[in-house]
């Protein structure tokens, strides 16, 4: 049974581009949420996606969007990269059921130079 | 929004059971408590979750005491591979804006 899978798992970029990142949720998993981890910090929520609708949205500003596909699967989008974007970032998913916890992919690493 | 804090570094030694308490004073009553363990460049690895009273699974156990406002993860007999972070988390993971980390407890585990 595959857990949390994303890619790709490494990616650099130059300021002001854009990006896509890709996760594939655990089997029979249905709620795909969203984070980014500085170096040396906690998982900060971005958003969370549940029947192809985001549904919670963190602090982030509008140039990280994303979108949920039929089959559970989700995207990441980063417009006008910053230098500050560059962090590791992680995918989760869960049932939407009471008390699932969540289940995290390895993550992305994103360097923005 | 349930705060979370627990301390920001252990030390252990081999074969010893370590205690992580976690704070959560303002939990509410649809909360739940979530441990997850994270190692260098990998996603958080699901520990254990719990309600009330206490939980035990083949690697942790978490003692919920019954007003709430704390917990304790114990690793029984901790190896070096238990070296990492360990997050604390109230809330109800369907609400991710409510769903937040803190900084972690960094266990260090000797040899």
């Known amino acids: 049974d595959a857990g949390v899978t994303q890619s790709p798992t490494h990616l650099i970029k130059t300021r002001g581009q854009q990006v896509t990142l890709r996760c594939s949720p655990k089997s029979g998993h249905d709620t795909v949420s969203w984070y980014q981890q500085a170096l040396g910090q906690g998982p900060q929520f971005i958003f969370q996606?549940?029947?192809?609708?985001?549904?919670q949205r963190g602090n982030f500003p509008d140039r990280f969007s994303g979108h949920q596909f039929p089959n559970y699967s989700s995207e990441l989008n980063v417009n006008a990269l910053l230098l500050g974007d560059s962090a590791l970032y992680l995918c989760a998913s869960s049932r939407d059921h009471e008390g699932s916890p969540l289940h995290f992919g390895n993550g992305t690493r994103l360097t923005v130079t | 929004l349930a705060k979370t804090t627990q301390p920001i570094s252990m030390d252990s030694y081999e074969g010893q059971e370590v205690n992580i308490t976690c704070s959560h004073n303002?939990?509410?009553?649809?909360?739940?408590i979530t441990w997850y363990q994270q190692f260098p460049s990998q996603g958080p690895r699901f520990i254990i979750q719990g309600y009330k009273t206490k939980v035990t699974n083949e690697v942790a156990s978490l003692f919920i005491p019954a007003d709430r406002k704390s917990s304790t993860l114990s690793l029984p007999r901790v190896s070096l591979s238990d070296t990492a972070v360990y997050y604390c988390?109230?809330?109800?993971?369907?609400?991710?804006?409510?769903?937040?980390f803190g900084p972690g407890t960094r266990l260090s585990v000797l040899p």
């Open positions: 303002n939990i509410a009553t649809n909360d739940y």
């Open positions: 988390l109230v809330g109800d993971r369907n609400y991710g804006q409510n769903f937040v």
């Open positions: 996606y549940y029947e192809e609708e985001e549904r």
